[in-house]
């Protein structure tokens, strides 16, 4: 099964929170100087000229960079367990399409999370390409399809979906439907997978709810300066779904 993956992060983001200056700047003649690096020379100054001194050498230095300066680094951890089950699955969109619901739980220890995917499959085509992205509001969000399930994570409030309490109603049905063409991917042969964000990390600074505790050692309530924030969390919990498909 191929997958496209479609992330798309149009807003607010949270990501080594911790080494950021407290007020973003939008002034560009405040911006001090400042020179790229040589995207074709190495950290010692040496020239790529193969393809072996990108794979083996460069390509790594220029993953670091982007590990240490923007997204942080994943901590490393054992113990982590993914297990996936469908919990759901039925017709939909007349017909046209196969609808699942897999109930991914993510576990270590005392931890637990729970994570839903919302899966359509074309129901001509066996194993067809498949776009995943995350939603903002929940998979019912997306649909009018009243099979979906209502995600019991905290969700942002939002006057206009009726959220009043950080939970989702049925009022958010289908409020976001217009973002996601489903009939036309179903039409031209194409799945769809999704998932509520905030069910991996909700996007608010609390580092002690979603994924992030299950990369924490003792006593640790928050991300170190250098490690990952909520960017990162998306990341890998976007993996295990990957993994699953």
Not at 5 to 23: D, N, R, T, Y
Not at 171 to 192: H, Q
């Amino acid at each position: 099964m191929r997958v496209v993956l479609i992330i798309h992060f149009g807003i607010a983001l949270c990501f080594s929170v911790f080494s950021q200056p407290k007020e973003a700047n939008y002034d560009e003649s405040k911006v001090p100087d400042y020179s790229l690096p040589d995207l074709l020379v190495t950290s010692s100054g040496e020239s790529v000229k193969t393809i072996s001194d990108w794979e083996g050498v460069r390509r790594a230095e220029i993953l670091q960079l982007f590990r240490d300066e923007i997204f942080g680094n994943t901590p490393e951890v054992t113990g982590i367990e993914v297990k996936s089950e469908v919990i759901e699955e039925g017709s939909a969109y007349g017909g046209a399409a196969i609808r699942k619901q897999i109930r991914m739980e993510i576990t270590k220890g005392a931890h637990r999370l729970p994570v839903n995917v919302l899966l359509y499959l074309p129901s001509s085509i066996k194993n067809p390409p498949i776009f995943f992205g995350y939603n903002y509001y929940g998979n019912q969000s997306i649909t009018l399809d009243e099979n979906v399930v209502l995600s019991d994570a905290w969700v942002a409030n939002n006057k206009d979906f009726n959220i009043n309490e950080n939970r989702v109603t049925e009022a958010s049905r289908g409020k976001r439907g217009y973002r996601w063409a489903i009939e036309m991917m179903l039409e031209n042969g194409f799945g769809l997978a999704t998932v509520y964000y905030g069910e991996l990390d909700p996007d608010r600074d609390n580092f002690r709810d979603g994924l992030h505790p299950f990369f924490c050692e003792k006593g640790q309530t928050k991300p170190k300066s250098n490690e990952w924030g909520s960017i990162g969390a998306w990341a890998w919990g976007a993996s295990r779904v990957i993994d699953y498909l």
